[in-house]
């Protein structure tokens, strides 16, 4: 099972929840964090560092003795990675998503495959079992898709050899990477808090992932503050509740101290267990169904 | 006399300049012999994710301008502006389209040698 922890709203407890879910995970598991702007599970799960791997797109360099200006790739490309001007191809490798497309219809081999860097992937080990991906854009790269691509291509590889589940820490938000993080994943959980701004970017996330006809579970953090309309909304889309984490200081401060939540008490430590629980129901139901 | 393209952020020569580019609202082009314009829509360039700079350079080049004035171009649309020939009066936010051309017919519009925008990625 692929658990994918999602929110629309940055800052909601995504990985919060994974951290303690991943810590608390009964069966063999990978953790993967996929927002690589700015990874933060491993500052919760800790894990020991064992390789750092740069990861590269491949993109077009051009051979202008070879190109003869027939535009075939300046149409393909969705992108403007490649534009013609005058009599000079031009080749804008920092646009260019990888496709490949340019490669291949072009009929005079003038675009050789070349490389950007994107960012490094970062394999490790947290308490010992758990196996730790993570992704790091490079900064100054503006594209994360490309990267996160990479990392799910070899989150995928570990998962079968280990006959391991995943959790995802999912960039928050609701465009590309976002919806790219929770693509492989069986089971979406999302990440709410009963605040205004919690409540509206709830709503998008799940209008966002809705198409996806994936099983969507929910975990109301801070609760007790704000209102009542995170509950009212799951109720009337059939939303599942899986587990609420109380508005506490004693929660903040073990935060605060790289702690994980599911440590912070017998309560914390059931409501995880609760929440394996429902996502196993949740996935059990959607293969019977 | 060549043709200009002015960044505009509407169809008429009171309008005023657009001071972007490659999100410009659109394009009054000008025949500088005869004086008649033309408008190009630059609507598709807008809603673009990545890249509409280049697709700007590309709009006003099939519209046979070879002298752009506006207010601001980044690094990819004036190196493509200047592989495809288009000389770039930059720095004219704040006037209409009619003053910026008067300004340039004048002969008080110098060329650019490199852009005024620092790349977005």
Not at chain 1, 122 to 137: A, D, V, W
């Amino acid at each position: 099972m692929i658990v994918a922890v999602a929110s629309g709203k940055g800052g909601t407890g995504k990985t919060t929840v994974s951290a303690s879910l991943a810590a608390t995970w009964e069966r063999p598991l990978v953790a993967v964090d996929l927002d690589v702007e700015e990874p933060n599970l491993h500052l919760f799960l800790k894990p020991s560092l064992v390789s750092i791997e740069t990861v590269n797109l491949e993109v077009p360099v051009l051979d202008a003795e070879r190109c003869n200006l027939c535009r075939a790739c300046t149409e393909l490309c969705q992108f403007k990675a490649l534009a013609i001007f005058g009599k000079t191809l031009m080749v804008m490798p920092e646009m260019c998503h990888g496709c490949g497309g340019c490669f291949e219809v072009c009929p005079t081999g003038a675009l050789k495959p070349g490389s950007r860097e994107l960012g490094v992937m970062e394999i490790g080990h947290s308490r010992g079992s758990i196996p730790c991906l993570t992704g790091r854009l490079r900064i100054g790269e503006s594209m994360s898709p490309p990267l996160m691509r990479q990392i799910r291509h070899r989150m995928a590889e570990m998962a079968t050899d280990m006959g391991a589940d995943v959790i995802i820490d999912a960039p928050p938000g609701v465009s590309c990477p976002a919806m790219n993080a929770v693509q492989d994943s069986d089971v979406i959980l999302l990440v709410t808090e009963p605040t205004p701004f919690g409540f509206h970017d709830f709503q998008l996330a799940w209008e966002a992932f809705t198409p996806l006809k994936k099983p969507m579970g929910v975990v109301i953090n801070r609760a007790g503050l704000g209102d009542d309309r995170a509950y009212a909304f799951c109720k009337a889309k059939g939303l599942p509740i899986l587990a609420e984490i109380p508005y506490r200081r004693e929660i903040a401060e073990h935060y605060a101290k790289g702690g994980l939540l599911a440590e912070l008490d017998n309560k914390m430590r059931w409501t995880f267990a609760r929440l394996q629980e429902g996502l196993d129901r949740l996935h059990k139901e959607v293969i019977h169904a | 006399m060549p043709k200009i393209a002015v960044t505009s952020e509407g169809p008429t020569l009171q309008d005023a300049v657009d001071p972007r580019f490659g999100r410009a609202g659109g394009f009054i082009v000008v025949d500088t012999d005869t004086m008649a314009t033309s408008y190009v829509d630059n609507g598709a360039s807008q809603v673009m994710a990545q890249g509409a700079g280049i697709q700007a350079a590309e709009n006003i080049v099939n519209a046979g301008a070879e002298i752009l004035l506006t207010g601001f171009v980044g690094p990819k649309a004036f190196a493509a502006l200047q592989a495809a020939g288009v000389k770039v009066g930059q720095n004219l936010e704040n006037l209409s389209v009619g003053e910026a051309i008067e300004r340039f017919k004048a002969g008080s519009v110098s060329f650019a040698d490199a852009p005024n925008r620092e790349s977005h990625s």
